[in-house]
Each structure stands twice: as structure tokens, then as C-alpha cells.
């Protein structure tokens, strides 16, 4: 049913130029229209708010009503593996970096209090997957599981969960190669790095504790390979002096041999190749696997695993997740590049669609680089906004909202599939509202 209504609603978009939102309410879908001359205000329930306050609201809710299905706060899931002695003693020594501007404060800020771009969702989707699944009772004792998920994949949606929070952190290390740049704070900022290094090496080796407490190697196997991942896509393609991804020269057509179909590679070996950076679309899907996708799917796939639902269930969940990645990753890349045109992501989806229909534009980037100074970040917005590349995002997030309603029909319990299909709707109707703007 939800496939049909996205098509009639492509459909509606395309012959008569109206903008469909769609949105999920309680166990059902409500739809509306609106085209730019009509406002979401229109809707009785967000009456007296805000813009910004009716999507925070929309999100809180379906993350709420997600979190009862599984019975377990995801929250909760950061605050029992930050709530120790050796974290204690981490956030005592962070109250000397205020000040200091150090990336790690906002990083434990978002992990404290929540947002749409931190990990909480993470283990959440691990547990809905593992909910809509379901397994055979009779193969598990009663105090195995609570809410119908068993124990195990609460504690693998944790490890999941942690591991990209340990290697988030790692990430907040600041470059500090240049010491006279940063003047008086230097020792401050270098104090923070301290910080941020044995903090994410604590998360990472708990992890990997947590992970053999499991006693399941072929689920070892699979995590550890998503660690693996995520370390090489730090790497992948060239960086400025600060360690930021540059897009890649795009290639020629003839230059192409093949589009990259992550669905249908083996998931333990290294995925993708570098041969399809350059290739637009293609190389954002595989930046995005490897920095996300390639964890949350195979964490959704272990989930599966350990449940014993067998291999074509296993495969499901794992594309379903790669899936709930590439849409998560493009509305943060959507939401970024609209609403800080003076400082976005320059492998984002805006930009390395842009770049693959009009290589122009690559000029922007290659005189930064050659010349050794900062990209003209105002210029090159209004550059790919001059571009088709806006129309090929809302198409792809089309695509990517069809693909997790496709894959989600196939789990077989009702409340946690619709709550997984509940937040692909909301997050792809925020990111077209970005769009429209």
C-alpha cells in the first residue's frame, strides 16, 4: 500500500507541479498537500509554533512511540555506558576545556541531549528491526528476551551504537600542526585531544569486550568488518591540510566501468572499489556506506543473526538499514548545505551530485587546492543551486523513501515495521522541505 501512494505522490508532483508531503500518524498514514504558497501551518496540530519547533516536535514523537515498541529509551542506551567511573573521570577534566571551543564538548552535548544527526537512532533502528523480525519462542527461554527482543540484540544495538560513538569522537581531534595559529589555547586544545583519545579508545575496547561477551563469531565477524569500514572511508579520497574529504575530479563517460550495487557485494569483504570516486552518485553512496551504512546494516543484519531468522531475512535487514543510512546521510547533507551556505560538507550530496552533472563547477575546488586556500564556500552554493542536482536530491530521496518502504514490508511485526517506515517518512519530508525553501 505505502509503494502505491509514493508513486501516486511522484506522479501528482510531476503532471501538476504540487509538492506532496507525507507524513505518518499513530498506526496509519496521513497525507496532504501543499504546494510553496500554501504553509504547514495550515495544520491544526502545529498551530503556534515555529518551523524549527513543528520538525523537533514531529521527530520527538516518532522517536517516542519507537522507543515504547521496543520498551527500552535509547537514550538510556548512552547514559549505561557513559555513566561509569572512567567516563566520570573523563567529564570531570572536560570542564576545563570550556572555552576552549574544542569539537569534543559539542560532540558530548549531542550525546547527552539528542538530535536528529547524533547515533541514539542507531540502536533504536536495531531494535525496531530485531522487534518487526520477530523470532521462534521456542527456541528461546523467557528470560532471554523482554518486549519481544532478545537481550542479545539490545546489548548488540548498544555495542553498535558505541562504536560509532567511540569513532565519532576519535574524529573531534584537532589538527594542531600549526601551534602559533591557536595562540593561548593550544595547551588547552591539546588537553582536549588527550581526551578525545582515551575516550574513544575506552568506548572502542568495551565494545570489543562486549562484543565477544556475545559468544557468537559469526556476529563478531560481521561488527568488526563494519569497524573496518568506517576506518577506511576516514581515509578514502583525497583531504585538505585538515584532514576534511575533498569531492573528487569528476570522471569523463568513458572513463566509467560500472555503477556501484552495494546490494548485491558481499558484505565481508571490502566493499566498493575507488573506482567509482568521481562518479557522483555513485561515490556518495559508497563514502556513505562505508562512514554509515556498511555499521548500521550489518548491525541490523547480526541483530537478525542472532535471532537465527536465516539468511534471506539477514540480507533483508541488511539492506533495509544500508537504506535507513542513505536517507539519514542525505537529509543531514540537505539540511547542512541549505541552511549553512557559508560552511557545508564539500562530499555531500549537494555538491557531488552537482559536480557530476556540470564538472565546471569542479573549478571552484581545483583553484582552492592549487592556490592552497579556503574553497569560496558562497560561491560554489550558488553554483550547484544553479544546477539540476536539487531535482536529481529530491528524486534520490524518492528513491531511497521507496526502497526502505519496499524492504520494511517484509518483517512481519506490524508496530515496529510501521515505526521504522514512520521515521524514513519524516525524515524525507523534512529534507524536501529544505528543498523548497
Known amino acids: ?80 555506558w557513559l555513566f561509569n567511573d572512567e567516563i566520570a573521570n573523563t567529564a570531570i577534566h572536560l570542564r576545563k576545556l570550556v572555552g576552549s571551543n574544542h569539537p569534543l564538548l559539542k560532540s558530548a552535548k549531542n550525546l547527552l541531549i539528542g538530535s536528529k544527526s547524533n547515533l541514539q537512532s542507531v540502536g533504536l533502528i536495531i531494535l525496531l528491526i530485531s522487534k518487526a523480525a520477530g523470532f521462534n519462542n521456542l527456541e528461546f527461554t523467557r528470560d532471554q528476551y523482554d518486549s519481544c527482543v532478545l537481550h542479545s540484540q539490545r546489548a548488540l ?22 601551534k602559533e595559529k591557536h595562540g593561548e589555547k593550544y595547551k588547552d586544545l591539546l588537553y582536549g585531544n588527550k581526551i578525545v583519545l582515551l575516550t574513544g579508545d575506552y568506548l572502542l575496547a568495551t565494545c570489543l ?40 575530479r569528476p570522471k569523463g563517460s568513458n572513463e566509467m566501468r560500472s555503477h556501484y550495487e552495494w546490494e548485491k557485494e558481499d558484505n565481508l569483504r571490502k566493499l566498493g572499489s575507488n573506482e567509482y570516486l568521481g562518479q557522483g552518485k555513485d561515490e556518495w553512496i559508497y563514502r556513505t556506506m562505508l562512514m554509515s551504512g556498511s555499521i548500521l546494516g550489518k548491525g541490523c543484519q547480526g541483530a537478525m543473526k542472532l535471532a537465527n531468522r536465516g539468511e534471506q531475512t539477514e540480507r533483508d535487514a541488511y539492506i533495509l538499514g544500508g537504506h535507513l543510512a542513505l536517507i539519514w546521510q ?57 544546477t539540476r542536482a536539487i531535482d536529481y536530491l529530491s528524486n534520490f530521496l524518492d528513491d531511497e523513501l521507496a526502497a526502505v518502504l519496499k524492504y520494511s514490508e517484509r518483517f512481519p511485526v506490524t508496530d515496529a515495521r510501521l515505526s521504522l517506515q514512520k521515521m524514513a517518512l519524516t525524515i524525507h519530508g523534512e529534507a524536501v522541505q529544505y528543498i523548497e525553501m
Open 330 to 386: 542525505l537529509y543531514l547533507d540537505v539540511k547542512e548545505f541549505f541552511t549553512h551556505p557559508y560552511l557545508y560538507s564539500l562530499v555531500g550530496a549537494p555538491v557531488t551530485f552537482a559536480l557530476w552533472e556540470y564538472p565546471t563547477i569542479y573549478s571552484h575546488i581545483l583553484e582552492a587546492k592549487l592556490d592552497k586556500k579556503p574553497v569560496e564556500y558562497k560561491q560554489l552554493y550558488y553554483a550547484v543551486r544553479g
Open 209 to 248: 569486550h562486549q562484543l565477544g561477551g556475545l559468544r557468537n563469531n559469526a556476529v563478531t565477524e560481521l561488527i568488526s568488518t563494519g569497524l573496518r569500514d568506517l576506518v577506511e572511508g576516514d581515509f578514502l579520497g583525497e583531504h585538505d591540510k585538515e584532514n576534511n574529504p575533498w569531492p573528487t
Open 157 to 178: 544495538a548498544e555495542i553498535v551504537e558505541m562504536k560509532r560513538t567511540g569513532h565519532i569522537i576519535h574524529k573531534t581531534m584537532v589538527n594542531l600542526r600549526e
Open 1 to 80: 500500500m505505502q509503494i502505491k501512494i509514493l508513486k501516486l505522490l511522484k506522479t501528482a508532483k510531476n503532471s501538476s507541479g504540487i509538492h506532496c508531503h507525507v507524513l505518518a500518524r499513530n498506526h496509519g498514514i496521513n497525507l496532504y498537500l501543499s504546494n510553496k504558497s500554501l504553509s504547514v501551518t495550515k495544520y491544526s496540530r502545529w498551530s503556534g509554533l515555529d518551523l524549527g519547533d513543528r520538525k523537533e516536535l514531529e521527530w520527538r514523537d516518532v522517536l517516542t512511540e519507537a522507543e515504547q515498541i521496543v520498551g527500552y529509551p535509547t537514550s538510556f542506551l548512552n547514559l549505561r
